[in-house]
């Protein structure tokens, strides 16, 4: 049962929490006016303003942001594709899961016809004779850039030098696409609709959005729920997919534990 | 920086061709085969191309080829055997959700003997079992890969002479219900089979042996004569036991 206060605070705040759930409303586990405040009981009564706060800094991709976003980076790509290369798209992400789902996502969008563009990473060897062609990886998003460079130490021996190479995603860290670029020394080029600095990045001094108090606040709330309190290597980030909550994000929005986060990663 | 250090004007370099994609995939695997060994899925990549190029799926040839075992090319070529996701899902999910080419590879030979089982393969399409292997290694009924070699074992054993009702229907309940895992169902079905063929063998090696000892040369209080006192009071209590 909520308290007085946050019975008060709820109604005060039933405009904003109503707004929060139209936005998050395509999220995997239909989040609604009610899962909403059940996360937001989860703080304490005077830090529900904090809590409220950060859930409107959440960065989200609805569908119709994502395919929009794909249809910008396939006309990048087209400009990129200066000299008439081969297409061939393939999904770098979890397979199975949102890689695979955007990918189809991506030709629905753009219209694109032939399904022999789109394969899957098994199929990479069967093009390793082929220098006429312009290799697109597709995935999400780009955090450390950890998970992308062990995927290419394990393909990289299957794609001819002369091709070119690029990982496509909708957003990705500055960190992320610098580490993967000189990983791969330069053979792997990210292209991205949105870069996340420093600034991004909850409880940087960079971040003007919150208060020192307020990140205080939040990153204690963190550290009690667990699960990688501040996101996988440490990106702080409040960034949520429609299907998925990358692990970079921090814990108290997508874990699973005590806390009960409100976007949780395996629904 | 070296060169000029030992005074030479000009840097000695060993130049060699470049390599087409075929040499360099055999070079890599030579380098791998002395240094840091690869994963398996990539390994299988990269092999998937050297047979396509030389035109031979030949075990021995290709281990001749890249320098790997031929266990390791057999294990590669099992690997590819499965439809692409699953392949895909060894190089790319998450640590936690990874399900790696050891997994498919160890599976292989006891998916292929169940699909065999015209009460499972007529029921079950390879997908099918694969999905419902993967998920129970997820939820720990199946704890570890090499679990898959019991499971061919327990199949096997009917032509060992377990009987093949029983054996199948515990196949079916591997297959089919949550919760049964594959090594108490080898231990509580099959593995008395396989006791009993090592035993058997045992004895076989044992008789041998002693029909090449000369009794006169053994002494009477030896631990030989002891423990063969013993052996022979244990095989009597248990054949007593089963008649």
């Known amino acids: 049962m909520p308290s007085r206060t946050q019975r008060s605070f709820f109604q005060e705040k039933s405009g904003d929490i109503e707004a929060l759930a139209r936005n998050f409303s395509g999220y995997a586990t239909n989040i609604d006016e009610y899962s909403i405040r059940s996360w937001l009981a989860q703080f304490d009564d005077n830090h529900l303003d904090v809590g409220l706060k950060l859930l409107k800094h959440v960065e989200f991709y609805k569908q119709p942001r994502v395919v929009h976003e794909l249809q910008v980076l396939h006309e990048t790509l087209e400009q990129i594709n200066d000299n008439q290369r081969e297409m061939i798209f393939c999904a770098f992400g979890q397979a199975g899961k949102s890689g695979d789902s955007l990918l189809h996502t991506y030709r629905i969008a753009n219209h694109i016809p032939t399904l022999s563009s789109f394969i899957h990473l098994t199929d990479l060897p069967d093009y390793v004779e082929r220098e006429d062609l312009m290799l697109v990886f597709v995935d999400d998003f780009i955090g450390t850039g950890d998970q992308a460079l062990k995927l290419w130490e394990k393909i990289q021996g299957v794609i001819n030098e002369e091709n070119q190479v690029y990982l496509m995603v909708l957003c990705a860290t500055d960190n992320g696409i610098r580490h993967v670029e000189e990983g791969t020394r330069g053979r792997l080029s990210v292209v991205y609709n949105t870069v996340l600095h420093e600034d991004s990045k909850l409880f940087s001094d960079s971040n003007i959005k919150f208060t020192s108090e307020e990140k205080a606040i939040l990153r204690d709330y963190c550290m009690k729920a667990g699960s990688d309190p501040e996101g996988y290597g440490k990106s702080q980030l409040a960034l949520i997919f429609y299907y998925r909550a990358p692990d970079n994000v921090i814990s108290i929005l997508r874990c699973d534990t005590k806390w009960k986060g409100l976007f949780p990663r395996n629904p | ?243």
């Not at chain 2, 060993?14 to 791998?32: A, D, K, S, T, Y």
């Not at chain 2, 790319?92 to 080419?101: D, F, L, M, P």
């Open chain 2, 1 to 243: 920086m070296c060169a000029s250090r030992l005074g030479k004007k000009e840097v000695p370099v060993n130049v060699i061709p470049e390599p087409n994609p075929l040499e360099g995939i055999l070079r890599m695997f030579n380098i791998h085969n002395v240094r840091v060994s690869w994963e398996l899925t990539p390994t299988a990549l990269e092999l998937k191309v050297v047979m396509r190029r030389l035109g031979t799926e030949s075990e021995k040839e290709l281990s001749q080829a890249t320098s790997l075992s031929e266990v390791e090319v057999r294990r590669c070529k099992a690997l590819l055997t499965f439809p692409k996701k699953y392949v895909d899902m060894s190089l790319t999910a998450e640590k936690n959700e990874r399900i790696s080419g050891h997994f498919f590879a160890e599976l292989y030979p006891a998916l292929e003997l169940m699909l065999k089982i015209p009460e499972i393969g007529k029921k079950y399409s390879r997908e099918d079992i694969i999905d419902r292997m993967i998920e129970k290694y997820r939820n720990k009924d199946i704890k570890g890969v090499l679990e898959f070699r019991d499971l061919t074992k327990l199949i096997r054993s009917i032509e060992k002479g377990s009987s093949r009702k029983e054996v199948v229907k515990v196949v079916r309940d591997i297959v089919e219900k949550p919760g049964v895992g594959i090594r108490s169902s080898f231990k509580s079905t099959a593995k008395i089979v396989y006791d009993a063929e090592k035993i058997y063998k045992n004895c076989k090696s044992l008789i041998k042996s002693i029909s090449k000892l000369e009794p006169s040369k053994v002494e009477p209080k030896s631990s030989l004569v002891e423990g063969l006192s013993e052996l022979k009071d244990a095989i009597e209590r248990f054949l007593q036991a089963i008649e």
